[in-house]
């Protein structure tokens, strides 16, 4: 009888495995997906999550069930609680108040977080190469610099940039740090301005503007992008340039960006399910992913650049863009 009973602990420790989840080849897996705010940029995010899915073992054996805050707190809170108390195989933080809305008082269902620029200042996680907790994804980490370089190549010479931003946004003022500190390093005047609710945006603008800003920077915020229109039409009616961190908000009426491919960051994050669901994985092993500064596109607006007071965009930035919008 003892023999029996070790032979039997001994295959019970064989078959063991921390912290894993199911791989069985011939099951179906409920995801939950909850969204900040519906904005082009976040949809691209879910667009390429569905790309990878479909060309993936987990091809129709995933159901995404997403749900849309709207940009409402209040409501974000409670679907992420709704999420987390039905035990999904894994849930989908599309956001940063999302994804860290849908890790309160979850013990169990990891979780994978897009597009995030700042994950470990979000809380998010506790490094990006060993996350250490239910959470890990992709980041769309904006080389600020970058940006502030491609506004003084448009416009040289100009000595004051503003900034919009919701302060409310942890990764905002990851953003808005690196802002000031590219434009410290260039000599050029940094100028601020939160907003609290899209309401506030359009008044925002203008105030930079009578501030002195020759030009305005909107960073991967999803407040301000999700209502670039009414920064664009500030911007034209002052005749400050607008620029933005995404090639969607370009397409919308900003003169330029060094845009981050966020169908890219969905198509990554759609692989780290598939190590989470199909490998076994655990999100604290999976290092949160980014893209290189190569993957950035160059996308210039004739148009806007025109209604807001550049009659013509220097050759070499014409030259370098991957896409032009007239």
């Known amino acids: 009888m003892k023999t029996i009973l070790r032979l039997l602990a001994y295959c019970t420790l064989l078959t063991y495995t921390p912290f894993s989840y199911a791989t069985d080849a011939n099951r179906s897996y409920q995801v939950g997906v909850l969204q900040i705010i519906d904005h082009p940029s ?9 790309s990878h899915l479909d060309s993936s073992p987990l091809k129709q054996k995933v159901v995404l069930q997403s749900h849309n805050a709207q940009g409402n707190l209040v409501t974000n809170a409670q679907i992420a609680k709704s999420l987390v108390r039905k035990k999904y195989d894994a849930l989908i933080g599309i956001g940063t108040p999302s994804a860290q809305a ?8 990891p979780v994978l977080f897009s597009p995030i620029s700042d994950p470990v200042g979000a809380k998010l996680v506790t490094s990006w190469t060993k ?3 239910l959470a890990t994804g992709t980041s769309d980490k904006s ?32 953003l808005v740090a690196a802002f000031k500190q590219a434009c410290k390093e260039r000599q050029v005047a940094p100028a601020e301005m939160a907003v609290q609710n899209s309401t506030m945006i359009s008044a925002a603008a203008s105030a930079l503007a009578a501030q002195g800003a020759q030009a305005i920077y909107i960073p991967t915020d999803n407040m301000l992008v999700s209502a670039i229109e009414s920064v664009v039409a500030a911007g034209i009616r002052h005749k400050v340039p607008v620029y933005s961190g995404e090639k969607e908000s370009v397409q919308r009426g900003s003169v330029a960006s060094l845009a981050t491919n966020y169908l890219r960051l969905g198509q990554l994050l759609g692989a780290q399910l598939e190590q989470i669901l199909v490998a076994g ?6 290092a949160v992913a980014s893209l290189p500064l ?14 807001m007071g550049i009659p013509q965009i220097p050759a070499s930035i014409l030259q370098r863009a991957s896409e032009v919008f007239n």
């Not at 849908?102 to 269902?109: C, I």
């Not at 010479?157 to 942890?170: C, H, M, P, T, W």
């Not at 994985?281 to 999976?286: F, H, L, N």
């Open 143 to 174: 080389p600020v610099d970058k940006q502030i370089e491609l506004i003084l190549e448009m416009q040289p010479g100009i000595r004051k940039i503003g900034v919009l931003y919701n302060a409310s946004e942890d990764n905002s003022l990851t």
């Open 281 to 286: 994985k655990s999100p604290a092993e999976i």
């Open 102 to 109: 849908l890790l309160v008082k979850n013990k169990s269902t």
């Open 294 to 307: 190569s993957d950035f596109q160059l996308v210039v607006n004739k148009k806007a650049a025109a209604q």
């Open 131 to 133: 996350p250490g907790g």
């Open 42 to 50: 976040l949809n691209e995010v879910l667009k390429g999550l569905r």
